[in-house]
């Protein structure tokens, strides 16, 4: 089963407006990764947080990760309609299950023009 | 364009039937990861492969099993298929088993069980 949720599930915002999806999980993490899916193809990564970093910048996007609450947030600033697609957190556990990535269901961001 | 290729493309079986799928990863990769993702879902952790040997293993049961070539290509084998097993079948390849090492995901091989 799947641990972790984005929030929200869907998001619907004109283009230049900024995009905030959350993540929230229960575990002890390694670190946490962002990626984007365009209409149910192939994953692409767009940042990677490790656990004792608090904030990550990449062009237009900015990741936080809070271990305290267990959660982290992507910023997609300047939206534009190529930005539209799923996005998903995936956490890496510390510990003995560090070779997988557990995803959470994805927020489904929709940017009109 | 991540450099893992996947194949076939979109694939239809009935109920029972086997299957097999390819993943060809980049270069220099010697891990590779299978995911399932069924439709509205995130994916969902299969195994991994490194150095031809299956290293770690999510919650699928055994009729889900796979192969890792010497030239770090990979199948995954799905036997007695069922109506569930439809879905969205990712690989992905990286670099070694380092936590940092990013993964790069092919397009997939979407699954249809009917």
């Known amino acids: 089963s799947q641990q972790g949720e984005e929030d929200p599930q869907a998001l619907s915002i004109q283009e230049g407006e900024n995009a905030t999806m959350n993540c929230s999980y229960k575990?002890?993490?390694?670190?946490l990764q962002w990626y984007r899916q365009n209409s149910g193809r192939g994953l692409v990564h767009l940042i990677l947080?490790?656990?004792?970093?608090r904030e990550k910048h990449s062009g237009r996007l900015r990741v936080t990760l809070d271990t305290s609450k267990k959660s982290s947030s992507l910023l997609i600033t300047a939206s534009r309609a190529a930005d539209t697609a799923s996005y998903f957190c995936?956490?890496?556990?510390?510990?003995?299950?560090?070779?997988?990535?557990?995803f959470g269901k994805g927020t489904l961001l929709t940017v009109n023009p | 364009e991540t450099g893992v290729t996947q194949s076939p493309t979109h694939l239809i079986k009935t109920r029972g039937q086997q299957v097999t799928l390819r993943c060809s990863s980049q270069?220099?990769?010697?891990?590779v990861s299978w995911y399932q993702q069924a439709l509205g879902q995130g994916p969902q952790f299969i195994f991994q492969?490194?150095?031809?040997?299956?290293?770690g293993r999510g919650n699928f049961p055994p009729r889900f099993s796979g192969l890792q070539f010497p030239n770090y290509s990979s199948e995954l084998n799905v036997n007695a298929l069922e109506l569930d097993d439809s879905a969205l079948y990712l690989c992905?390849?990286?670099?070694?088993?380092?936590?940092?090492?990013?993964?790069?995901f092919g397009p997939g091989t979407r699954l249809t069980v009917l």
């Open positions: 575990t002890s993490i390694n670190n």
């Open positions: 270069s220099g990769h010697n891990t």
């Open positions: 992905a390849s990286r670099a070694g088993l380092g936590s940092y090492n990013e993964q790069f």
């Open positions: 995936a956490r890496q556990d510390s510990g003995g299950s560090n070779y997988k990535l557990t």
């Open positions: 947080i490790r656990s004792n970093e």
């Open positions: 492969y490194y150095r031809e040997e299956e290293n």
